[in-house]
Each structure stands twice: as C-alpha cells, then as structure tokens.
C-alpha cells in the first residue's frame, strides 16, 4: 500500500461517471485504504487486550468441518412446499451476495429437482450405455471409477435462473432470489467420449438420450457433438464425492448448456438417429417468443454478469470507497471483458477479472468505486470470448419478448438511494 509520504502516490482516477475509478487502482496500488475514511479506527498505541478465546484451549476435531456458528446466515434460501406430498420439488438458491471469489461450495451449490433427491445405493447403481451403438455397456461405479479422469471447473445454471426480470414490474428481490440458480465447482469424472468410443458409435447415430435415477426419470436429448466433445461423467465435485442434491453417485455435466440438461443421477445414456422428444424439452425448456414462436433446443446459456456487491440487503455505510464485486459468465466461452456503470448506462469502465478466468466458468469481476452519497444505478455488462454482449433489457425484449421464462441474461440494474439501500430496477 502507497502511503502520502510516498513520492508517487496519486489518488485513483476516475474512469466513468458518477465515481467510477480506474481498475488500475488494484494493478499499481493507488490510494485505497485512505479513501475508506470510515472503518478504520487509527491503532492505540498500547496493545491489544487479550479476548476470551486467547485464555482457553480451543476446541476439540470434528470428522466433517463446519462453518463458523457467526456465519449462520450464509445458507441457501428455498420456498417450503405447499403440499407435503410435493416434497423435495423446486429449488434452493446459492447466496450469491455473501460469497467471494468464483468457487461455491458444495454445501451451498443451488439445488433444482424436479422430484426430489433420491436415496441411491452406489453399490447398486448401474449406468447402461445402448442405442446405436456396436456394443453396449453396462458399468458399475466401481468399473467407471477405473477409467482415466479428468476435472474441470464449471457453472451449473438454471435456464429459468433470472427469470423474475421478466416480470413486467421489478420485484423487490435480492440477489439469490432472482439469479441464484447459478453455481459453480471443480467436477471429476471419466470423459464421456472414452466410453462411447469403447461402445462404438454407430455412424447413424446423431443425438443421445441422458436419463436420470429420479422419480421424475428426467430426460434430455444431446446431440452427439456435445457429447463427444466435452461432456463429463462425474464421480467427485469439489473433491469429495458428487452430493446426493447434485446428482450422487453419478450426474451428467454439459459445460455451458442449460442446467436441465446436465442429468443427474444418471443411469441411461441412448444413442439415436434423433431427439426423442421427451417431456422436459417440449413441455418446457423452450424459449417463448413474443409472436407465437418458439425456439426449441436452444443449449448453450448466453453471456450474463450480476453485481453481487454492493446488491439489496448489503447497505452502503455513509459515503466512501467501496469495491464493485460480481461474476460473469458464458455457456459459449471465456470473458472477455466486463464494463461497469454507475450512472445507469450512460458512462462504462472496464472492470478488473481477477484469475482463473476459465471457458464456461464464472469469473469474478472488481472495480473501485467513490460512492458519493447521493443516487446511483450500478450495471454490469459483460462480452464473451465469441463476441457476444450482454443486451439492455429493452434490447432483450425487443428481441424476444418478455414471456419466455428461459435464458433470461440482460444486464441487471441495482439502484442506490441515499441510504445506501440497493433495489433492483429497469433502467
Ligand atoms: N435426474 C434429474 N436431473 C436433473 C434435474 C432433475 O430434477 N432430475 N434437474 C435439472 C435442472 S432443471 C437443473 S437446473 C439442474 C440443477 O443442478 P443442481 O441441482 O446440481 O444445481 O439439474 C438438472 N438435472
Ligand atoms: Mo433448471
């Protein structure tokens, strides 16, 4: 940290309007700490007393770890059912706002389940591989533990995650509540090419049949390219097994197609000539138009970011420095770039993308913002390594119509007021 004495000390420029600084303030470490004011409470000279916790021995090893008893709060957030009967069915939301950094931990990742989480016996679980296929294959977890593996680090999101934006009025929601279907993890498994090319893939075969072990029996038809390509069985996440909500012993992951595709549980993988048509891609999972049309099969999810900080919830204490934090992602790719706006859209600057920034994964996203007391609205708008830009909404829903709930990704508007309170807004 440069400190005033310093001979090349400068404050921080301003890069956009309304005290958007310069992402450059983290590359050479220009004025920060000074800036906070508030918060900082200058060091007595005497020292510190000596708490509670430095005067007993602490406690004993537990078999599983937990996170602090202060950190109660960091949990997935979920609507109970109406019904008893409909139990396990709906979704539990990763708590965007209150992490950092890219990864989510397993006990956090979002949950969707169509019919709940089913108990599955490893031992007794079987995966068979048949259809259009020279040999078919029937393997036990043991036998698939045997075959290379590789990880990967990738997003899971809903296709109906941020759906609430369209919602002819905003909705007075948090983060969570409207984009926390998204999550991501390290994922270890076996390619699934490796296997199909042991069954020999017969040349009149196009697409491929994903069906889970649920009572909901999802199905999801994948062209053969995309399983050929880089989709992955897996065994472990996060290193430790798959959790039992994200599809243990096995679950399909499809980098960057909508999460209904990534089949969990999953037992049968069908080679065919064409999509079967199931119920999960016809009766849902396709895109409304606003003219009586529809787009069906629509996999990868398109480029998107959120401000997760400052965002509802997260009051701004007085006037100051403050960090922009949030995550970009794409289903076609890397991020290239993320600019932010504090004044609605009518002045951007290019945020910081801290490292890892890895294809179809979430990358997180930072610049330093002088936060003047009075209204703002914070956006965020991402561009992919393909070219694609985050639309406005207007763009979104000159486009498409606001009636499709899938594949919702316009930029997000967080209004600041005096107070310091964010809200979510059209602007
Ligand atoms: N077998 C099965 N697979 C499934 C589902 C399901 O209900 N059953 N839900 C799908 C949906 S709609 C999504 S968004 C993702 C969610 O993955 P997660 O629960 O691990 O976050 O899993 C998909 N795979
Ligand atoms: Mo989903």
Redesign the pocket.
């Known amino acids: 940290m440069k400190r005033k004495s310093d001979a090349s000390w400068r404050p921080a420029e301003p890069a956009a309007g309304n005290g958007i600084l310069s992402r450059r303030v983290f590359l050479e470490g220009a004025l920060v700490a000074g800036a906070t004011g508030a918060g900082l409470a200058s060091a007595a000279a005497e020292p510190l007393p000596v708490p509670r916790w430095m005067k007993v021995p602490g406690a004993n090893f537990v078999p599983y770890g937990q996170p602090s008893q202060f950190e109660s709060k960091v949990v997935r957030g979920f609507a109970p059912p109406a019904n008893p009967a409909t139990q396990g069915i709906g979704s539990a939301r990763t708590p965007l706002h209150l992490l950092e950094g890219m990864m989510t931990p397993s006990g956090l ?7 709940g989480i089913p108990d599955i016996d490893p031992d007794q679980h079987r995966l068979v591989i048949h259809g259009l296929v020279k040999q078919p294959l029937v393997f036990t977890l043991e036998a698939l533990s045997r075959y290379p593996m590789t990880s990967r680090i990738a997003f ?1 999101e ?1 296709a109906g995650n941020s759906g609430a934006l369209n919602a002819p009025q905003p909705q007075p929601l948090n983060v969570p509540a409207i984009h926390g ?1 998204l ?1 991501c993890s390290e994922w270890t498994g076996v390619k699934l090419s490796t296997l199909l090319d042991e069954a020999g893939v017969d040349p009149s075969a196009r697409w491929m049949i994903a069906e ?1 072990a ?1 009572s ?1 029996a ?1 199905s999801r038809s994948v062209p053969l390219a995309k399983a050929m390509d880089d989709a992955l069985l897996c065994l472990y996440q996060n290193g430790e097994r798959v959790r039992p ?3 243990y012993p096995l679950r399909l992951l499809l980098p960057g197609f909508e ?2 595709m ?4 999953l037992r049968r993988l069908k080679l065919t000539a064409g999509p079967a048509m199931t119920k999960d891609e016809t009766s849902k999972y396709t895109i409304l138009l606003k003219d009586e049309k529809a787009w069906q099969f629509v996999f990868p999810l398109e480029v998107k970011s959120v401000i997760t900080r400052p965002s509802p919830g997260l009051t701004l204490k007085g006037p100051g420095f403050y960090e922009i934090s949030g995550l970009a992602w794409s289903g076609n790719g890397r991020i290239r770039q993320v600019e932010v706006s504090a004044d609605g859209g009518q002045s951007w600057a290019p945020a910081a993308l801290a490292e890892p920034n890895l294809p179809k994964a979430p990358v997180r996203f930072r610049l330093p913002w002088q936060w003047n007391g009075g209204p703002a609205v914070l956006q965020s708008r991402a561009t992919d390594d393909t070219g694609m830009v985050q639309p406005s909404r207007a763009a979104f829903a000159a486009e498409r119509g606001l009636r499709g709930n899938y594949h919702y990704n316009a930029i997000q508007s967080w209004r600041i007021d005096d107070k310091g309170e964010a809200i979510n807004v059209y602007a």
Request: glycine share 12%; proline share 0%; hydrophobic share 30%.
């Open positions: 990742h979002f949950e969707r389940s169509h019919s899971v809903c279907l999550s889970g649920d909901a999802m909500s994200n599809g999460g209904n990534n089949v969990k549980w």
